[in-house]
């Protein structure tokens, strides 16, 4: 079955970088385009980063130019680099299917921006 296990997450003060990881099985990963979703408490999930299996990428325009989306076929993963971290980016982050995100959503990965 689908398993998506999303790590790299933790505490950063504001600026600093995170690179997170999603490893991915149960489906053809190399070619499903992928996402990089996150959520806010008190908020809904909001797609932040996504990849085709051409490697075309896409961005929300509040990360555009910090963050960059990116994977890797051969080990089922993929990747989303982090840097000029704000405290507003602070939210778990999952990954996920890029246009039909499957039922099931890993444990995600917390990350917290804050002096």
């Known amino acids: 079955q689908v398993r998506l296990v999303e790590s790299g997450g933790g505490l950063v003060q504001p600026g600093g970088s995170l690179r997170l990881s999603c490893a991915a099985s149960?489906?053809?990963?190399?070619?499903?385009?992928m996402g990089w979703y996150r959520q806010a408490p008190g908020k809904e999930r909001e797609l932040v980063a996504g990849?085709?299996?051409?490697?075309?990428?896409n961005y929300v325009d509040s990360v555009k130019g910090r963050f960059t989306i990116s994977r890797h076929n051969a080990k089922n993963t993929v990747y989303l680099q982090m840097n000029s971290l704000k405290p507003e980016d602070s939210a778990v982050y999952y990954c996920?299917?890029?246009?039909?995100?499957?039922?099931?959503w890993g444990q995600g990965t917390q990350v917290t921006v804050s002096s």
């Open positions: 149960g489906f053809t990963f190399s070619t499903k385009p």
């Open positions: 990849i085709t299996s051409a490697f075309n990428t």
């Open positions: 996920n299917a890029l246009f039909t995100p499957y039922p099931y």
